[in-house]
């Protein structure tokens, strides 16, 4: 195969598979480390591995991504993509830094790039500062974000610890660089620093990075950077021309259940936008640690019984993230709610509802892995970077949506819900 994927979180898999796919090459997506042996694909095929190891220890994280490695490279892939969030979410420790570098070691190669730029979603890159919309990342709300606080807005300096600070680790592609065109950005990535952080401010850029970076056997970055690498292996005739686009599957009909945990800025404008016109149930970590959930398994059935869409939520503010934290310890205030909503996810599809969404890539993390889901069809966007998806569990086929936090607009649930109706 052309490409195998490791994905730091569900949300972050599914933006990369909806962009491959609008790339116009066939994309597989696991959900989890494959239980089944690999097996070569055909060459033009992407495969993609969803793990969940964002904010997880970075041992750990590097021993699963060594994993998924392995088995791609068995099922024949030439090039991996290391895939994190396109605001760089990551701490001091990692694990976007450790995991690259494992990945360079195991693949025997010196250098890699690092391109979280998603100009569509409004992430850019310049001179090493990321910003989103028009705010420097730690002065956007990233910089409250409860697992993975953003506050330094350049990703050369977040990056360095993360490779034990040596400086001559981690250098920068700047965008002067990036605008003198495909030689100049090939030729400072073959003398460059072995991690280099590539600036980009619009399409033109990713496709300058993609058309000199394509033959790295490892890349890294957000969605947006590998939706510009089909295009980069067809003109270099490694890939073979598309005909046609390929056939999205149908999303299955029947009630909806919007269940959202991300605490993001956006995701709280989703669900204020979504509880006005939907019966809604809050969910607070220091109730749900006493064993109070407000009665869900209840409210949920006789939502489903009266044809009602409805929502469950956990999102709250950052004076009530750290409240919570402060009482519960920041990795149990998470859990809480976590199991909560995956609880909540599998009483509804034994009450049959056929579609779910979710925000938040922790929440989505654990209700697809709650529900038994091991693969995922990418069907249409409903926005940039998050599309539809169909899968299978113990009550057969649904649809599920797998929000990254800060995606889409204020009405975003309602239109995932009317794009399916």
């Not at 490695?69 to 895939?83: C, N, V």
């Not at 570098?101 to 730029?117: C, H, I, K, N």
């Not at 490694?238 to 800025?265: F, H, I, N, Q, R």
Request: glycine residues 10%; charged residues 20%.
């Amino acid at each position: 195969m052309i490409l195998g994927c490791i994905a730091d979180d569900f949300t972050g898999a599914t933006d990369l598979a909806a962009l491959l796919v609008r790339a116009g090459v066939p994309v597989s997506l696991r959900i989890g480390l494959p239980s089944e042996p690999a097996s070569p694909g055909p060459p033009e095929a992407v495969e993609v591995i969803a793990l969940k190891i964002r904010a997880i220890e970075p041992g750990r994280a590097v021993t699963q991504a060594l994993a998924a490695l392995d088995w791609l490279l068995a099922a024949g892939a030439r090039h991996i993509y290391w895939k994190y969030c396109s605001t760089f979410d990551s701490t001091m420790r990692g694990n976007i830094g450790p995991v690259a570098q494992a990945l360079m070691d195991r693949l025997g190669t010196e250098r890699t790039v690092y391109v979280p730029s998603f100009p569509e979603n409004g992430r850019r890159v310049f001179m090493g500062n990321l910003f989103v919309g028009d705010q420097p990342l730690a002065e956007s709300p990233m910089k409250d974000h409860p697992l993975n606080p953003m506050r330094d807005s350049d990703l050369t300096r977040v990056l360095a610890p993360q490779l034990g600070d040596d400086a001559g680790k981690v250098g920068l592609l700047d965008w002067p660089t990036i605008r003198q065109g495909q030689a100049a950005v090939a030729g400072a990535i073959a003398s460059g620093a072995p991690h280099l952080v590539c600036d980009a401010l619009d399409d033109s850029d990713l496709e300058a990075l993609a058309q000199a970076a394509h033959a790295l056997p490892l890349l890294t970055g957000g969605s947006a950077f590998a939706r510009h690498l089909p295009d980069a292996w067809r003109a270099a005739e490694l890939l073979a021309s598309t005909e046609g686009d390929e056939v999205l599957p149908t999303m299955p009909k029947g009630p909806a259940v919007v269940l959202a945990g991300s605490c993001s800025a956006m995701t709280r404008k989703q669900v204020a936008h979504f509880a006005a016109m939907a019966p809604t149930l809050r969910l607070d970590p220091q109730r749900l640690a006493e064993g109070d959930d407000g009665g869900m398994q209840d409210w949920i059935i006789e939502c489903l019984d009266t044809g009602q869409d409805c929502m469950l939520q956990a999102t709250a503010g950052p004076d009530e993230v750290a409240a919570a934290q402060s009482a519960l310890g920041v990795e149990k205030a998470g859990a809480v709610v976590e199991e909560a909503l995956a609880r909540a996810a599998r009483i509804a599809r034994s009450h049959g509802a056929a579609r779910l969404v979710v925000a938040g890539g922790e929440t989505s993390g654990a209700i697809t892995s709650a529900l038994g889901i091991t693969a995922l069809r990418i069907g249409a966007e409903i926005a940039p970077g998050v599309p539809w998806c169909r899968g299978e569990d113990d009550h057969g086929s649904l649809a599920l949506a797998l929000k990254s936090g800060n995606f889409g607009e204020e009405d975003f649930f309602t239109r995932a819900l009317e794009q399916t109706s």
